[in-house]
T-cell receptor
Framework: AQSVTQPDIHITVSEGASLELRCNYSYGATPYLFWYVQSPGQGLQLLLK??????LVQGIKGFEAEFKRSQSSFNLRKPSVHWSDAAEYFC?????????????FGKGTRLSVIA | EAGVTQSPTHLIKTRGQQATLRCSPISGHTSVYWYQQALGLGLQFLLWYDEGEERNRGNFPPRFSGRQFPNYSSELNVNALELEDSALYLCASSFQISGRAGETQYFGPGTRLLVL
């Protein structure tokens, strides 16, 4: 069964600074990987996903993520953070084969942005 | 294209009552997932329905149940409500392509349930 670890519970960055949110997964084959963002009291919005191909994935709102098989990681990055990026970010892993386990989500990283 | 919709947006119940939450998936999606997001506990997987059948269920007691209708909309029922059931309940939907369990899920805005 797959699992996801987001080591950072809470990160604070200054507006305009770069951002990297960490995600490590456990899965026996090539996984499907996702990043979602959740604003307070809202549902989750898909930022980007990786299924196969180019390991650097571009998403919405200027985010990108890189799949590194050797490190079992799928870290989310943004070169310059805006105050509106303050939210909770969830990494998820999905099985690339048939089964009864849907996406498995990490516990989330809360991002605060300061002026 | 309309996204996933959920109703009601807010629900207030008292302990011991029953709650019914509803979800309409994106057109063309056959899978519906339910999650509970209680304060400080992250996303907890509740139920997965596909083509009217329950595919999987998370580690929740039987008083959490649901169903999927022929039009793929879904209902989550919580019986004998307890205070700790207070949470944001999120519904998501996806396509279900044969041979792939990890499909992209698209989320609704959630139903906030408060149990007094």
């Amino acid at each position: 069964a797959q699992s996801v670890t987001q080591p950072d519970i809470h990160i604070t960055v200054s507006e305009g600074a770069s951002l990297e949110l960490r995600c490590n997964y456990s899965y026996g084959a090539t996984p499907y990987l996702f990043w979602y963002v959740q604003s307070p009291g809202q549902g989750l919005q898909l930022l980007l996903k990786y299924f196969s191909g180019d390991t650097l994935v571009q998403g919405i709102k200027g985010f990108e993520a890189e799949f590194k098989r050797s490190q079992s990681s799928f870290n989310l990055r943004k070169p310059s953070v805006h105050w509106s990026d303050a939210a909770e970010y969830f990494c998820a892993v999905g099985a690339s084969y048939s089964g009864n386990t849907p996406l498995v989500f990490g516990k989330g990283t809360r991002l605060s942005v300061i002026a | 294209e309309a996204g996933v919709t959920q109703s009601p947006t807010h629900l207030i119940k008292t302990r011991g009552q029953q709650a019914t939450l509803r979800c309409s998936p994106i057109s063309g999606h056959t899978s519906v997932y339910w999650y509970q997001q209680a304060l400080g506990l992250g996303l907890q997987f509740l139920l997965w329905y596909d083509e009217g059948e329950e595919r999987n269920r998370g580690n929740f007691p039987p008083r959490f149940s649901g169903r999927q209708f022929p039009n793929y909309s879904s209902e989550l029922n919580v019986n004998a409500l307890e205070l700790e059931d207070s949470a944001l309940y999120l519904c998501a939907s996806s396509f279900q392509i044969s041979g792939r369990a990890g499909e992209t899920q698209y989320f609704g805005p959630g139903t906030r349930l408060l149990v007094l």
